[in-house]
């Protein structure tokens, strides 16, 4: 079974930097796009950033010169450096894994359980 992990949240004062991290564990032979999403108390969950397997990257409007998404293919994680953070930053920070392929099955979409990022001002 497909799994994603998710570590390095935690708490930070304003203007400074948090790396997060995700680890796809399984028999996977290839994930196509990984990505974060963040859900803030009261709002709907919304896209942060994405990295195609090719290497293409999209970015929410408002985090765009601030994170920057990476991945390694090679050890299934994800990454997103998040410099500059804001106090409207603070959220639950979801993995996804969209179109994974693995021995036993495809899947179409795998979410991993969050890791909270609180922003204090």
């Known amino acids: 079974q497909v799994q994603l992990v998710e570590s390095g949240g935690g708490l930070v004062q304003a203007g400074e930097s948090l790396r997060l991290s995700c680890l796809a564990s399984?028999?996977?032979?290839?994930?196509?796009?990984m990505g974060w999403y963040r859900q803030a108390p009261g709002k709907q969950r919304e896209l942060v950033a994405t990295m195609s397997l090719g290497g293409n990257t999209n970015y929410a409007d408002s985090v765009k010169g601030r994170f920057t998404i990476s991945r390694d293919n090679a050890k299934k994680t994800v990454y997103l450096q998040m410099n500059s953070l804001r106090p409207e930053d603070t959220a639950v920070y979801y993995c996804n894994a969209d179109r994974v392929v693995a021995m036993a099955r495809n899947y179409l979409e795998v979410w991993g359980q969050g890791t909270l990022v609180t922003v204090s001002s």
């Open positions: 399984g028999r996977i032979i290839g994930i196509n796009v």
